[in-house]
């Protein structure tokens, strides 16, 4: 009886190997599918594709995106959670995701911090404070005076939840009033502006950029802590007069919970030694972009903070949650 058991329990553990992927075939043996929870063409879909190719270099693996957008990203991350944590799935978070959304909304299908297992940092993308070109504002101090000569007066378009956030942080750092105008979307801010019809906006970098080289728009800070290459002779906010100010949109690599630490560790070396190429840091150059590396541990706490950010700038701004 004995002796058949054991050939009985062998038998079992030989189905279960050779069931699991997991267990059957080494790490790295089939295609590797990145989630973009933003549409095709989006920054954040721009970007896993160059680091798609990238990676698939790196891995000697295909890389395959899907996009499945809708509601600031939620659908994909509620989504995503079901896969199981073996690295076939990974998914692109930005700063949408995993830190506006939790003070944007009442309630998520999905938490950040519990339902992913961080893996790497890859992409930082500061914010642009442009205004219209005939606003009699050439410097941040003298905007930040004719606000306060017109309190309320002076409008700032929104089209994202960066958007908005970045212009409630200028008006909380400054101590002015500023009148926000809600809108689908960057292009028709951009409209509203080179028409008259709005003063200032806080845009990402790789949208502004045409507009401010071509004189249309006039740039008078960038959002990072530190100045960036693509926008020469353009000061930080900070260096511009306003304390505390830093407000960054980001890309980052997430499993799902539950991932053991080997293959965290092996997928952070090769999204490292991607970001870190000089390829990669030549086109985030080139889109306005700053290349991010991290650990594992490093990311979650960079995204605590993030959150933490964007708690209080929701809170001051007595922005409504959804």
């Known amino acids: 009886m004995a002796m058949s058991a054991r050939k009985v329990l062998a038998g079992c553990f030989v189905i279960v190997i050779c069931s699991n992927p997991s267990f059957s075939q080494p790490f ?5 599918q990145l989630t973009v929870p933003f549409p095709a063409g989006s920054a954040t879909d721009i970007v896993a594709r160059f680091l798609g190719d990238k990676l698939s270099e790196e891995l000697k693996q295909p890389v395959v995106i899907e996009n499945r957008g809708g509601a600031n990203g939620i ?5 995503f959670i079901r896969h199981a944590p073996d ?13 506006a959304n939790l003070s944007l ?27 219209r070109r005939d606003l009699p504002a050439k410097n941040v101090q003298e905007l930040v005076a004719l606000a306060k000569q017109k309190p309320g007066m002076l409008t700032f378009g929104s089209s994202s939840s960066s958007s908005r956030a970045g212009a409630e942080l200028l008006k909380m750092r400054a101590e002015i009033d500023l009148r926000n105008v809600p809108y689908k979307g960057a292009p ?13 906006f806080v845009g990402d970098a790789t949208t502004v950029m045409p507009l401010v080289r071509s004189g249309d728009l006039r740039a008078l800070a960038i959002t990072t802590a530190n100045r960036i290459d693509a926008y020469p002779g353009v000061p930080t906010m900070m260096e511009a007069g306003i304390p505390n100010y830093e407000l960054i949109g980001w890309f980052a690599a997430f499993l799902p919970a539950g991932a053991p630490p080997d293959l965290v560790s092996k997928l952070n070396k090769a999204f490292t030694e991607t970001v870190a190429g000089p390829d990669t840091e030549a086109f985030f150059a080139k889109i306005g972009g700053i290349s991010h590396n991290c650990s594992s541990a490093e990311l979650a706490d960079f995204v605590a903070s993030e959150s933490e950010k964007w708690r209080q700038i929701v809170d001051v701004a007595g922005i409504e949650k959804q």
């Open 105 to 131: 909304y009442n309630s998520l299908p999905y938490s950040p911090s519990k339902d992913f297992t961080p893996v790497s940092c890859l992409m930082k993308i500061p914010l642009v404070l442009v205004v």
């Open 75 to 79: 659908l994909a991350a509620q989504t």
């Open 28 to 32: 790295l043996s089939r295609p590797i």
């Open 188 to 200: 028709q801010v951009i409209n509203d502006l080179l028409g008259g019809h709005l003063d200032l």
């Open 87 to 99: 690295g076939y799935n990974i998914f692109i978070a930005s700063n949408t995701t995993h830190a």
